[in-house]
């Protein structure tokens, strides 16, 4: 692992928003399967027409995969660190294509502005929703692919 996620990791872990944890292969796997079917339901929740509703669990699906990322590294956010963690470390990861951190952290943005509303509109369209799908999809490829590394 490089220099730089190795600083960001103590940085973090020092803050109180990163834990180090033993990598157990089966829980691993079980996020990766949460996240599936997390973004399983968001289709079928947008099928229905429930932009919101897909996108929260499509984000969820999402927030999950990139979790399991981190963990198979070793670490994992504690309830300090949060969703924003996970994007900002995410980001040092090799592997990780910066257009999908990127996503990621749009999709975190709107996830809490959907949870903390200041307005009646939360913004939520097909598009972000399709975003938040592919998103999650890219997530879960590069676990696995990071996964097959080790």
Sequence with gaps: MSAVWKKRVQDLINEGRL???FVDQFFLNRLITNSQV??????????TGSLEGAFVLAYSSARIAATAILYSRGVRPTAR???????DLLA?????EVHVVNSLNRLRILRNEI??????????????VQLAFETSQSLVM??????RKK
């Design 19 to 21: 834990e180090e944890v």
């Design 142 to 147: 590069t676990c696995t692919k990071l996964m």
């Design 38 to 47: 997390n973004l399983r339901d968001a289709d079928a929740l947008l099928a």
């Design 92 to 96: 040092v990861v090799d592997g990780v």
């Design 115 to 128: 949870e903390y509303p200041q307005s009646v509109s939360t913004g939520v369209t097909r598009e972000v």
């Design 81 to 87: 660190g949060g969703h924003w963690v996970v994007a």
